[in-house]
Every structure is written in C-alpha cells, then in structure tokens.
C-alpha cells in the first residue's frame, strides 16, 4: 500500500477540497483507495456512533466501505484536552491510530488527512507532524492565495515536520486568481523549489468552493427561516454586516451578498429590500437577511420581504455570534452538495499533479 499524509497551514485553507480531488484522481487512476482521519477536532454522530465530519463525507461521497470507527480512530470532544493534561485519559491513543492504519493494508492507495498546520495536536502528543513520523507518511502540505504567504506558511510548517523525521513531498496552492496572475504558478514553484520543496498543484479561486449556498446557511445557523426567497441552492457571493447608516451600508453590498443586519434595524432593512433588484441572477443587490438579535419584526418588513422574495432567516445571537458561525460555514462541504462535490472533482483533476502525487506517496508494508 502506498500512503500520503495531507497537511495545511491552517484552518480553512482547502485540505478538505483537495482530499476529495486526491481520492477522485487515485479512483480515476483504476486504484482501489480509501481514507484516514487520525485525529478529528469537528466529530458528528453518524449511525450511533461519532466520527470526524470529513471521514463521513469522504465514505458517502466515495462509497468507501471501511467502517468510520476505522477511518475515524481519535476524537477531541470539548474538554478532551483537559482531561488529558490531568492525566484522566489512560487509553492508548497512538495505538489506536497505528491499528487502524494497518487495517487499510489491503488498499492500494491511503489518503491520510491532518487537522489544522502542523503542529496542532501536540497538546496531546499527537500533533500532525507526530503522527505522520508514527506512520512513516510523507507529508503534502496545502496553503492558500499570494505569493510570501503561503511559501512562507509552507516553510514554518515544513520544519516542524521535518524535526520529526518526516519528508515534505511537495505542497499545493489552493484559492489563487489565476485569471488576474496567470504567472503566479510558476513564481510559487520557483519560491519553493529554493527551500527544496516541490509545486504539485496550483488550484484556482472558485466562489462555489468558498461560500455557502442558502441551504446550508439554514442548516448550520439553526435559525427560524421567514422567507425562503426564490432558490435555497444559491451560493453566497459575499457577506455584509449592516451595522451603519443605510446610505453607507449599500454602498458596501456586493452581488448576491448575504447581509447580517440587527433585526430591530428597521431602516437598514427597509433601504436593502428598497434597493434589491435581479440579486439571484448576480446583479446588484442583496440575496439574503440574516436578521440577528431575536427581535420581533414589524408586519410591513415582514411584507417587504416577501414581496422583494429575499431570502430571510431570524437568529437570535448577536451579530458577532452569526458572524462567526457563518464564517464557519464558509469552507465546510457537505454530502449533499452535489454540485460542489462535481465541481471539485473536475477542478481538482485539471489543476492538480495528481501522478506526482503518487509519485511521491510512499510504499509501506505491514508486518
């Protein structure tokens, strides 16, 4: 079996996206593959049982047929960490990983998925950089956009990796504006090849990639949905927070922007649904209403609204607090966003080096 340990530099910087193309381009390429989360931070309960968020995805979207408790070994439930440091947590967690991992020994090709850059883990002694050394995994580490940045990034995170005795193979780009720096690819590849480091992809910008559709803000912010508006399957072009003078505030929504607005600001509300025109076909205007707080609105907004058919929601935290929970949708993809799952696919397999990535995953044998 040959195996590559997929790292970031972060969160959010597309190590999901690019998991799904890697796993797309091994099956493309006849391999009999499947995946690993070691370590899971976001676990849901699947079947009775809890797993890391993209263990699932991953098993859905490619029918794997591993067992998650196989492919999802480790879990970090809030005050995990905690526990561990005082020495309530005596089972033995590296030996769980180093099983599962063998479990896979019939697989041609594994795809093992960090959490986070580097280092995040060590706390409890299983940071990525440990658990690749544990495995004997090279690592792949993903960054995201510019040009210092992410070689930067890229170079801190391949030291602590490198500490440990693990082999940076390579790293891939991932939200870059190709159309606007077309030369950009070749710059990257030229900056990491000075730290030995070799370019195997270089993914473009695609808003579908980066931002929600309607539908999943209505799942993930659990609020109450007062008007649906014309499609729920519509990405979000932007976010917007209204929280100034309406004359300010439209000057500062962009097309199809989702605007989070207090809900007992009635004349910011009344100038956006005032001003929204053709927003679901990308023009000027907003598609949508977050309305924070919990107030109660004034029947002629509610009419507004619907008349204007926007999109909105009622949530009752703060405008910080949905703020933050909407950020935290912005990268996460779902199994049922099939469209986004397509298109990742198809991205994935035009712009990423997926030979070189086999290339340069290494074989391991079991005793």
């Known amino acids: 079996m040959r195996h590559v340990y997929l790292a970031a530099t972060g969160q959010n910087r597309g190590k999901t996206t690019v998991s799904l193309g890697?796993?797309?381009?091994?099956k493309?390429?006849?391999?009999?593959?499947?995946?690993?989360?070691?370590?899971?931070?976001?676990?849901?309960?699947e079947d009775g049982a809890p797993a890391d968020?993209?263990?699932?995805?991953?098993?859905?979207?490619?029918?794997?047929?591993?067992?998650?408790?196989?492919?999802?070994?480790?879990?970090?439930?809030?005050?995990?960490?905690q526990a561990y440091i005082e020495g309530?947590?005596?089972?033995?967690?590296?030996?769980?990983?180093?099983?599962a991992h063998a479990a896979f020994a019939?697989?041609?090709?594994?795809?093992?998925e960090g959490t986070g850059h580097a280092g995040v883990g060590a706390v409890i002694g299983l940071s990525n950089a440990a658990v690749a050394a544990m495995l004997g995994a090279p690592a792949v580490i993903v960054s995201e956009g510019g040009v210092g940045r992410p070689i930067d990034e890229i170079v801190l995170n391949a030291a602590l990796f490198e500490r440990h005795g693990v082999k940076v193979a390579g790293a891939i780009v991932n939200k870059v504006d190709l159309d606007a720096k077309p030369g950009l690819a070749g710059t990257l590849e030229r900056g990491l090849e000075r730290h030995g480091i070799p370019l195997l992809g270089v993914l473009p910008y695609r808003p579908i990639?980066?931002?929600?559709?309607?539908?999943?803000?209505?799942?993930?912010?659990?609020?109450?949905?007062?008007?649906?508006?014309?499609?729920?399957d519509l990405v979000i072009g932007g976010i917007a927070i209204g929280a100034m003078?309406?004359?300010h505030m439209l000057r500062r929504i962009g097309p199809r922007s989702l605007v989070i607005v207090p809900g007992d600001r009635t004349d910011v509300i009344d100038a956006i649904l005032g001003a929204h025109w053709d927003a679901s076909d990308g023009g000027i205007g907003a598609l949508g209403l977050l309305l924070s707080g919990g107030y109660p609105l004034e029947n002629h907004t509610l009419a507004a609204i619907r008349a204007a058919d926007?999109?909105?929601?009622?949530?009752?935290?703060d405008t910080y607090q949905v703020a933050s929970d909407l950020h935290d949708l912005l990268v996460k993809t779902h199994p049922a966003d099939l469209g986004k799952i397509t298109e990742i696919k198809a991205l994935l397999w035009e712009h990423l080096f997926i030979d070189r990535i086999l290339e340069v995953a290494e074989e391991v044998h079991f005793d």
């Not at 890697?22 to 091994?26: A, C, K, N, S, T």
């Not at 794997?64 to 439930?77: D, F, G, K, N, R």
């Not at 019939?106 to 093992?112: G, T």
């Open 53 to 81: 968020e993209d263990a699932v995805l991953m098993k859905q979207v490619f029918g794997l047929y591993e067992p998650l408790s196989q492919m999802s070994p480790v879990h970090i439930p809030r005050g995990f960490t």
């Open 310 to 317: 926007v999109f909105a929601m009622d949530v009752p935290d």
């Open 245 to 247: 003078e309406p004359e």
């Open 209 to 232: 990639l980066s931002n929600p559709t309607l539908a999943m803000v209505v799942e993930g912010l659990h609020g109450e949905t007062i008007h649906p508006g014309p499609n729920l």
């Open 22 to 26: 890697v796993l797309d381009g091994f």
């Open 88 to 99: 309530d947590v005596v089972e033995d967690l590296p030996a769980r990983i180093r099983s």
């Open 28 to 45: 493309r390429r006849g391999l009999s593959t499947s995946f690993l989360k070691p370590v899971g931070q976001r676990t849901v309960i």
């Open 106 to 112: 019939d697989r041609d090709a594994l795809l093992i």
